[in-house]
């Protein structure tokens, strides 16, 4: 007897392997999964504006990366001492403004560069409720903690979210014809808007992914939402906050992810990496015995060897570590 309803997958065309560069934006929940796949060696640019929570601030973040163009001293702002964008998470805020400008250009550099060149978009949807500027009349990222009264404060609906991904879309299949988009709705529930209310936002967002997927090829959807209260609605998968998923959760949701999207080539591939990084890792009471050079030096041939097998993986900062360390 089973005692627990288990989330059918279905099957998908889409198949991750180290070949493919990834990018991902998104809410906290794309950063667990985000954080795996870069432990495993994947090529990952992950969230380069930061954490971001609502369709309409994640498109706009795409926009921003599909245009390259970069941000200027005016597109930023000082509030009690901090310099901020309103596209951005707060990872981005400096005292010093130049810094915090110079970070902002240097990821959307990157961020621009790697969406033209990546095979996968992944993209994890938070809330539908957003936060828009009375000032400025723009949906914003974060409100750094301004004053509430600056805002108002709204749930999207179905329709404006399609409409807009569907546009987003077509631009982003113009830039890079190749690129596949994978959605998931995140299971952490935003519960400052209202239990009741964050159902209706986490409805809206699932209908809109659904009528998305329907609407436009290249697209697939992970049910990362249903996995966490259909199998894992017992708090003991939560965090302290009975908010987060906790590590068990994450890593169980990591599970699922690999089956439905790795090949039995790429499951080979990031076990053979695991077990090398792990003794990489590895700290011993005393780092300059014989053995433990030994031991170095052995991991190094391993190292060595992964790389030949697999040259498209970038391992040149473990071996240059090592090499320091022997």
Known sequence: MDFRTKVEIQSSDLDITHHNRLVMLGSCFIESIGEMLENSKFTVNLNPFGILYNP?????????????????KEDIFEYKGLFHSYHHHSRFSNTDKDECLAKINQSLKFGSDDLKKADILFITFGTAYVYKSKELDLIVSNC??????????????????????????????????????????????????GAHENQLSKSTLLLAVDEICKQNKNTDYFPSYEIVLDELRDYRFYNEDMIHPNTTAIKYIWERFSETYFSKETHSIINEWLKINSAIQHRPFNENSPEHKHFLKQTLLRLNEFNKKYPYICSDKEVSNLEARI
């Open 144 to 193: 750094h903690k301004l004053p509430a009264t600056q805002f108002d404060h709204y749930r999207l609906d179905v329709d404006t979210i399609v409409n807009d991904w569907n546009n987003l879309i077509n631009e982003l299949q113009t830039i890079n014809p190749k690129l596949k988009i994978l959605f998931t709705v995140s299971p952490i529930r935003h519960f400052k808007d």
């Open 56 to 72: 309409q601030s994640i498109s706009q973040a795409l926009h921003i990366l599909i245009d390259g163009k970069p941000f200027a």
